[in-house]
């Protein structure tokens, strides 16, 4: 038992000696013990730290189908990262990526719903992989919208010029009203996160968004229709608004995977990221608003999930 007057010194060394902790979980610990610790504090710690202990159980399937620009890059590192060692295999479809991985485990990745669900039978007929877990995320309309802007041509441009900031807010404007693009963008949404929340049973986004804010950032949906190909798979519908808790959300739902983020658009473009960043403090105007949701009702109804309508 830990006493309550444990120094964080002495506590350190009772942790990592008897869980024999991984270099990345000692030095978490190691953080947080700045003063002495209680009898809680320290049980806290011990809970996560054998958190990042537990290894994945065999014969899983991880699958990450999602809209871009919501977290894919992150999500399926983790996968991969966790189901180490992996090797990126070649099938059918050039719309997905399949990682096979060590002890039966493996990970799919894709864009495309369609595709994706066809790679999840391909794969589970070819392997003896029976239980999956499908991740995908939702991420507010206005902090998605300049991502998927910088990931386009005319956006991805801006990522190394030396342009004034109302420049780059004028390219945006253009993006936004530009009815070509904005098709692309209704079809990212339209194509992936309703339809796949509705294969597992949920009534709406918007009900699904209460669940999410109850539950702190997620909702798990373990009711697939059993005609479909997602049998004996469980779907885990995250907020990129609650990130920072990605890595206990994934911990609790599949033990053993461990979240990755992936860099940031702040990263990958310095010279403009003071832009980006204004950019993420932008609101849309009603005539932007309008280009962006045409007649689609799904990105209506995404925008009233973020209270935008």
């Not at 190691?30 to 209680?38: E, F, I, M, P």
């Not at 809970?47 to 809209?67: F, Q, R, W």
């Not at 658009?265 to 960043?277: S, V």
Request: proline fraction near 4%; aromatic fraction near 8%.
């Amino acid at each position: 038992m830990v006493n309550v007057g444990l120094t964080a010194s002495s506590a350190f060394l009772l942790v990592a000696s008897c869980l024999m902790l991984s270099k990345d979980a000692t030095r978490d610990i190691h953080r947080s013990l700045r003063q002495d610790v209680g009898k809680e504090q320290m049980k806290t710690l011990i809970e996560a730290a054998k958190k990042k202990l537990v290894k994945p159980a065999p014969d899983i399937l991880g699958v990450v189908i999602n809209s871009p620009k919501c977290g894919t890059a992150g999500l399926t590192q983790s996968f991969v990262n966790s189901f180490d060692p992996c090797l990126l295999k070649n099938i059918t479809s050039e719309e997905v990526q399949y990682f096979e991985c060590a002890e039966g485990r493996g990970v799919i990745r894709s864009h495309d719903l369609e595709r994706g669900t066809e790679a999840i039978k391909e794969i589970r007929r070819d392997a003896a992989l029976q239980q999956c877990l499908v991740v995908t995320a939702i991420r507010h309309p206005e902090h998605w919208l300049p991502s998927l802007f910088l990931q386009c041509r005319e956006g991805n441009a801006l990522c190394h010029a030396d342009v004034s900031r109302e420049e780059y807010f004028q390219r945006y404007h253009d993006w936004l009203m530009f009815e070509r693009e904005m098709n692309k963008a209704r079809n990212t949404v339209r194509a992936v996160r309703p339809i796949l929340l509705k294969a597992f049973g949920a009534t709406s986004l918007e009900s699904e968004m209460i669940k999410v804010q109850e539950n702190g950032g997620y909702s798990l949906l373990e009711d697939p229709e059993p005609e479909g190909g997602f049998k004996n798979c469980k779907l885990l519908f995250l907020r990129m608004e609650d990130e920072e808790r990605w890595h206990s959300i994934l911990a609790d739902v599949m033990p053993g995977i461990r979240y990755f983020k992936a860099s940031s658009r702040l990263d990958k473009c310095p010279k403009t990221a003071d832009h980006y960043k204004a950019l993420q403090d932008y609101k849309l105007s009603e005539e932007e608003k309008a280009s962006v949701l045409g007649d689609d009702p799904d990105m209506r109804e995404y925008f009233r999930a973020y209270g935008l309508l």
